[in-house]
Every structure is written in C-alpha cells, then in structure tokens.
C-alpha cells in the first residue's frame, strides 16, 4: 500500500544579492540623482522670488511662490506655441518614418545603377551640421513661399541621414528568406513591405520617431530663421522670445524651461523602453 501523503513543498533560498549586483544598484541610484538635480534645482529655483534666486544657494525656497509661472503665461502665447510645436513635431516624425523606412529598404533590399553613389551622398548628410544648411535652405523656402508656414518649418527637417541609416542597418539584418517566401506566393514588393517588413520593424521604427520627435521639439535654430509670426512659433522660440523681453529673471527663466522639456520628460519615461529595445535592434548599441 502506497503512502498517499503530499511530499513537502521545499522552499527555495530567498535569492540574496551579489557584489555586482548591489554596484550596479549604487551606480544607478547615484546616476539617478545626477539626472534628477538640474530638474529639481530648477523647480525649486522657479518657486522662488528674484531676490531669493540670486541669494544664497539653497534648494528649498524660504517662500513659495507662482509669480514666475504666472509671469510666464501672461506675458506669452503658451497654448498656440504648445500646439504649434506638436504640430510641427508630429508632422516631422510621421514624414521622417515614411522617408526613411522607404529609403532604408531600397537601399537594404534592391539593386539598382548608381546605388553605392546614392548611399554614400545620403551618408555625407551625417557630415554636415544643419546649421551649415541653414542659409540654402532659408534661399529655398523663400522661393517657394513657404515663409511663415507650417510646410515651411515641417519639410526641411524631414530628410535626416541617420534615420535613414539606422532603418537601413536594421532593414539589412531581417532573414531574406521571409520576403522570398512572400514571393513565392505572389506577394507584390509594396505588399510584402507593408505587411511583413514594417510590422517586423516596430522596434527600430518606434525608436527612430522618438528620436526624431525629439529633436523636432527642441530645434530652435531652423523655426526661429523661417519664422516671424508670433502666432506660428513653437515652444523653445516662444519661451526665448520672452525671456529676450524681460531680461535675465532666474525663476522664470527655469520655469519657461521646464515648460518646454515636460512634454520630452513625459516621452522618455513612457517610451525610454522601446528606446532601449530600437537600439539593441539597430544593430548601433556598439558602433
């Protein structure tokens, strides 16, 4: 007769942590406050008076105040250049997305005469900065009568080189064998891109816009040459035009700032994983 009795359960051991393990803790934590710092210090500076700011260093404000915040608001268009800068960004990062994929996938996937010549012109872009571009690109923008409109802001930012050189990358390490096997089966090269290629591609193309995103935001050169409607600027040319007005003021100076970066802080946060993830895709974590 067989014992029917349930053999006891054994616990594992609580894991404890190692060596490393409790570095790589210290190093993160103290990486942390680095970057969270400025950001608080910045705060802190925007709830104080003028006469606090330029006191004493200190990082709780002996009287907390919302006059800067205030000041801010009254003395700008905040709303129309928060929308005109999500305006503009998310037009730049969805062009940016097509342009690039396409791009990168022809260069990646299909030969052509004269494509090592096409490739190494779009590579030379990532030579040049944009501000060296600045003047020819103002000279056709004005021809075109584009001044002082969205299209004018939007499409000079839509052709970076190294987007297009990260989907390329990634494009060049997908299996071939899916797209032949899509041939096989009399899958047409715009189904076969669209249906097998991009959605394979969300790591790369989710990192791509948010970088793209990014700097559509915060680019203050390009919108402040081609802009001269206050109505039409966007957030980082807004927040510098009121500051030129009044000078120097500590605390709103750091609240106009932090008014500009939250909505970036917002997408680094949610979005700092498929960052992570688009990278180690892209086949560039190491170059």
């Not at 129309?80 to 996937?109: E, H, K, M, P, Q």
């Amino acid at each position: 007769m067989t014992d029917s009795t349930t053999p006891p359960v054994l616990r594992r051991p609580r894991s404890t942590w190692t060596p490393a393990q409790i570095a790589l803790t210290i190093v993160a934590a103290a990486l942390s406050v680095v970057w969270i710092a400025p950001l608080f210090w910045a705060l802190s500076t925007s709830l104080k008076t003028s006469t606090e700011s330029v006191a004493s260093p200190h990082w709780i404000p002996d009287h907390i105040t919302w006059d800067s915040w205030k000041g801010i608001f009254d003395a700008g268009n905040i709303p129309d250049w928060f929308v005109n800068s999500v305006v503009v960004s998310v037009c730049v990062t969805f062009i940016v997305l097509l342009v690039a994929s396409l791009a990168g996938y022809g260069f990646a996937r299909t030969e052509f005469r004269g494509k090592g010549v096409l490739l190494s012109l779009t590579m030379a872009g990532l030579m040049f900065s944009p501000a060296i571009l600045g003047v020819p690109l103002f000279t056709t923008v004005q021809s075109l009568g584009m001044v002082d409109t969205y299209w004018g802001m939007i499409l000079p930012q839509c052709a970076p080189a190294a987007m297009v050189y990260i989907l390329y990358k990634f494009f060049q390490s997908l299996p071939k064998e899916l797209e032949e096997a899509a041939f096989i089966d009399g899958a047409g090269r715009w189904r076969i891109f669209f249906t097998i290629v991009l959605p394979l591609s969300k790591p790369s193309l989710s990192a791509v816009g948010i970088f793209t995103f990014i700097a559509s935001w915060n680019n203050f050169l390009w919108p402040y040459m081609v802009t001269n409607n206050p109505d039409l600027m966007t957030m980082p040319n807004g927040i510098a035009t009121v500051q030129n007005a009044f000078g120097i003021i500590w605390p709103q100076l750091m609240a106009g700032g932090l008014i500009a970066g939250l909505p970036l802080i917002i997408v680094f946060v949610f979005f700092q994983s498929q960052i992570v993830r688009g990278v180690a895709h892209t086949g560039l974590a190491g170059q």
